[in-house]
T-cell receptor
């Protein structure tokens, strides 16, 4: 069965600093992986997705993630944090691996705080 | 193009009652999935409908049910509400074309059971 683990429930950075949010996955088949962001009182917004086309995936708002099969990781990064990046971030895997199944399995989420 | 819409946005119900939540997917999307989000359990998959048929189901009791209409709009129903059903219920739609399976989420319905 597929699963994801997000390391660190809270991450705090200063404005302008590097953002690194960690996600490790477990999958018996090549996975479809996603990062979503949730702002208070809102739904989830897709940041980026990995679908085996390229290991370095660029998303919206300056975020990117690198798929590392050897480490079973899909960490999310942004070179310079903005105050507007403060939100909760979720890593997710498709429940059917590379078939991009119909159910997403989410990590517990990481709350990102950005201080000025 | 309009996004996924959910109604109502907020709902307060009493234990034992039933509730129906509605979701309108993005135009052209035929897959609709439902998720429950709580502080304790996080985001959990409820079920998914495609072309009016339930195609996938999560591990929730039978009190949770859903359906999809011919225009792809979906409803979910929770009967005999319990306090633990208080949650944010999120609906997501997907285009389901080869190589394009990402899900787009609505703003959610916040259900409070008292």
């Amino acid at each position: 069965a597929q699963s994801v683990t997000q390391l660190g429930s809270h991450v705090s950075v200063s404005e302008g600093a590097l953002v690194l949010l960690r996600c490790n996955y477990s999958s018996s088949v090549p996975p479809y992986l996603f990062w979503y962001v949730q702002y208070p009182n809102q739904g989830l917004q897709l940041l980026l997705k990995y679908t085996s086309a390229a290991t370095l995936v660029k998303g919206i708002n300056g975020f990117e993630a690198e798929f590392k099969k050897s480490e079973t990781s899909f960490h999310l990064t942004k070179p310079s944090a903005h105050m507007s990046d403060a939100a909760e971030y979720f890593c997710a895997v498709s429940d059917r691996g590379d078939q991009a199944g119909t159910a997403l399995i989410f990590g517990k989420g990481t709350t990102l705080s950005v201080s000025s | 193009k309009a996004g996924v819409t959910q109604t109502p946005r907020y709902l307060i119900k009493t234990r034992g009652q039933q509730v129906t939540l509605s979701c309108s997917p993005i135009s052209g999307h035929r897959s609709v999935s439902w998720y429950q989000q709580t502080p304790g359990q996080g985001l959990q998959f409820l079920f998914e409908y495609f072309s009016e048929t339930q195609r996938n189901k999560g591990n929730f009791p039978g009190r949770f049910s859903g359906r999809q209409f011919s225009n792809s709009r979906s409803e979910m129903n929770v009967s005999t509400l319990e306090l633990g059903d208080s949650a944010l219920y999120l609906c997501a739609s997907s285009l389901e074309l080869a190589g394009n399976y990402e899900q787009y989420f609505g703003p959610g319905t916040r259900l409070t059971v008292t």
